[in-house]
């Protein structure tokens, strides 16, 4: 098992408590016990836990949309190319 796979069991779990409201503990304990067989120290787990957390309040969070002058700068460099003082 690898960092990979560990992060999307644990995501996994954590979209199924969200959508059920109910937090599976035998789930998560199980996920933490196969994790340590297959040598992950306790640190590890909780950080990959951890990353987990901050993927999930992050995917809650709305996008923010460009500001107008970004848009505009982009636009301009898209239309004429970029701008230079001294050509």
Known sequence: MTNRE???????AARLD???GIVDTVLHHGIIEDAVNN?????AVLSVRAAVL?????AMLPVREPSRQS????????????VRRNP
């Open 18 to 20: 969200e959508q059920t």
């Open 54 to 58: 901050v993927a999930r309040i992050n």
């Open 39 to 43: 040598g992950f120290s306790p640190n």
């Open 6 to 12: 560990l992060f999307r069991r644990f995501y996994r």
């Open 71 to 82: 848009v505009a700068i982009q636009t301009m460099v898209f239309t004429f190319g970029r």
